[in-house]
């Protein structure tokens, strides 16, 4: 688990935090993806004023699944990741601001949470294991990339069937 020593930013003029977060690590569950390899995270947090600033860079690999054919496609990450910690914001003005509250007691800072918030932007919403992905079968739920199916094409959906009769008169 990374966190910011406080007590030891306020001695110095920077602190460097370097540190891995695991597949298994809790921050990173209820993803709709995996983490293939443990995330590198390194980060530099700096002291402005009562505020902390924090920022970094996340590299790893992430597991995500084909949209058509559900298949695991490995996606690189390479993020910058920049949060500002500042003191005396209740979480729900933070959250409109787009800071994280410093915690009112304890002289450590967890990282974790927003780790977790710029990890998820940063994954991409749509991926494919290649560009001529054929999808699975909508009948049958064959992998047509693996072999061909039986399944007779639907022309129109018979729901739009009284759509395409008006069209006809």
Not at 22 to 27: A, K, L, R, S
Not at 38 to 47: D, G, S, T
Not at 71 to 100: C, I, K, M, N, S
Not at 109 to 130: K, M, Q
Request: one cysteine or more; glycine letters at 8%.
């Amino acid at each position: 688990m990374l966190t910011v020593d406080l007590g030891r930013l306020q001695r110095s003029v920077k602190l460097e935090i370097e540190g891995q977060v695991g597949p298994d690590d809790p921050i990173l569950a209820d993803l709709s993806f995996r983490i293939a390899e443990p995330l590198q995270v390194r980060l530099e947090a700096h002291q402005a004023g009562p505020d902390v600033l924090v920022r970094g860079r996340m590299r790893g690999e992430l597991e995500l699944e084909c949209a058509r054919c559900l298949e695991p496609v490995r996606h690189t990450l390479d993020e910058e990741v920049t949060f500002l910690y500042v003191e005396g914001v209740d979480e729900a003005a933070a959250e409109d601001q787009e800071v994280y509250p410093l915690p009112a007691t304890g002289w450590t800072l967890d990282p974790g949470p927003a780790l977790r918030e710029h990890l998820v932007l940063a994954a991409p919403a749509h991926v494919l294991c290649r560009e001529a992905c054929r999808g699975l079968c909508p009948t049958c739920g064959t992998n047509r990339n693996e072999a061909p199916c039986e399944c007779e094409a639907s022309d129109v959906d018979d729901r739009w069937a009284a759509l395409r009769r008006l069209g006809s008169e």
